[in-house]
């Protein structure tokens, strides 16, 4: 049975925060701070903040814009964080409102109505809440029969709901299946780090998985391949445990948290070689992959890891796109971002789709333009 990524659509917000914009911002909270704890800094009993700089987020990162919900108060020092309104139940939760948006865009893309739809999955790296499924109030909005269900694996989420989709396909249980991925991640950094506060943007993207070719940019499954392995090194604690720990914690000490340089030094050499491995086991060589659409962790991991698999520096955003450059670091949206803006294959031509993430997690699914 062919099974086939049969559109996607994007969501994204209008505001847009560049480095500078955001680099002034921490800077003012950093002298704000120093001077407020200058005292406790001379004894040593706090460190001294040290400044952001646009140069620094570049090279880190290779960010230069990200879109985000609510510009104002992430910059302003005396809130540093989106303003949000607790959810209303009779009204649709932000994670619905924008996955229906793109929602509407990948069933136009693939040229199907809510009708055609067997199922709806929901994969993201931040969850609303708890319960009811977002998944299953997106269906209910749109109209669509079947089931639906919400899932997390960090920044692997879409790819691996992908996956699922793929599986409950093959499997008879629906033929075409609506993976929606919304990642509302502002409010979960803390601007006040110097180390993180440059990294997300907000945005959404859905895809069409079906075993019908229903668009005219129809890309059939080759194959699909998963792995885990456990660490700490990327991790947010913010559950609803929280309210009945006895060791309370500030709610800063629950956000997300990395280690970016062993987060670095250990995933990249290992997603090289499990791309390099499912290649082989599909007797591919990287140069019959003309996209790498990969997680947009950032642009040194990208190139770093697709160097490793194609064996050398000499390439450009043509084989491997950074929309990171633009949106930031979208979590598990990222690499179907790259895909839905830059998949302009030919007939026949492979590309290969990849997130990696919080768990450790990988997902990789190789793709031929039909």
Same mark, same amino acid.
């Given at each position: ?55 620094? %987020?570049?090279?880190?990162? @290779? ?5 985000? $919900?609510?510009? *104002? +108060?992430?910059?302003?020092? #005396? ?41 709806v999955i929901l994969g993201t790296s931040h969850a609303a809440r708890n319960y009811p499924s977002v998944a299953i109030e997106i269906q209910n909005e749109l ?8 899932m997390l694996v960090g920044c692997s989420s879409t790819t691996f709901a992908i996956n699922n989709a793929i599986s409950d396909i093959s499997s008879g249980l ?21 180390? %993180?506060?440059?990294?997300? @943007? ?5 895809? $069409?998985?079906? *075993? +019908?070719?229903?668009?005219? #940019? ?78 947009q962790a950032n642009a040194r991991m990208v190139k770093l890891i697709v160097s490793k698999i194609i064996g050398t520096n000499d390439f450009d955003t043509e ?30 031509? *492979? ?20």
């Amino acid at each position: 049975m062919q099974i086939h990524i049969a559109g996607t659509g994007i969501w994204y917000p209008e505001d847009t925060i560049n480095n500078d914009e955001i680099v002034s911002s921490f800077n003012s909270y950093v002298d704000v701070y120093n001077s407020s704890h200058k005292n406790k800094i001379d004894s040593g009993e706090l460190e001294k903040l040290d400044y952001s700089s646009t140069e620094f %987020i570049e090279k880190a990162s @290779g960010i230069k814009t990200r879109h985000v $919900i609510d510009k *104002k +108060n992430i910059l302003d020092i #005396n809130k540093m964080m989106p303003g949000v309104l607790h959810e209303d139940a009779s009204k649709l939760s932000i994670h619905a409102e924008v996955g229906i948006k793109a929602a509407k865009k990948a069933m136009d893309s693939a040229n199907v109505t809510p009708s055609d739809i067997d199922a709806v999955i929901l994969g993201t790296s931040h969850a609303a809440r708890n319960y009811p499924s977002v998944a299953i109030e997106i269906q209910n909005e749109l109209g669509i029969d079947g089931y639906a269900y919400d899932m997390l694996v960090g920044c692997s989420s879409t790819t691996f709901a992908i996956n699922n989709a793929i599986s409950d396909i093959s499997s008879g249980l629906a033929e075409t299946v609506l993976v929606i991925n919304p990642e509302i991640s502002t409010p979960f950094v803390n601007y006040t780090k110097r180390d %993180i506060h440059f990294i997300f @943007g907000d945005g959404c993207v859905a895809t $069409i998985v079906s *075993k +019908n070719n229903t668009s005219n #940019n129809c890309f059939k499954v080759i194959d699909r391949k998963l792995v885990t392995k456990f660490s700490n090194n990327i991790r947010s604690d913010w559950s609803y445990l929280a309210r009945a720990a006895t060791d309370k914690k500030t709610h800063e000490d629950l956000l997300f948290y990395q280690n970016g340089n062993s987060v670095f030094k250990e995933v990249c050499p290992m997603v090289a070689e499990f791309i390099n491995n499912q290649l082989k086991e599909n007797n591919l060589e990287s140069i019959d992959i003309k996209k790498f659409w990969l997680h947009q962790a950032n642009a040194r991991m990208v190139k770093l890891i697709v160097s490793k698999i194609i064996g050398t520096n000499d390439f450009d955003t043509e084989l491997a796109p950074l929309p990171i450059e633009k949106f930031g670091n979208l979590a598990s949206a990222g690499s179907m971002f790259a895909f839905n803006l830059h998949n302009d294959l030919e007939q026949g031509e *492979k590309g290969l789709i990849c997130s990696f993430g919080a768990g450790y997690s990988v997902c990789s699914i190789i793709v031929e333009k039909i």
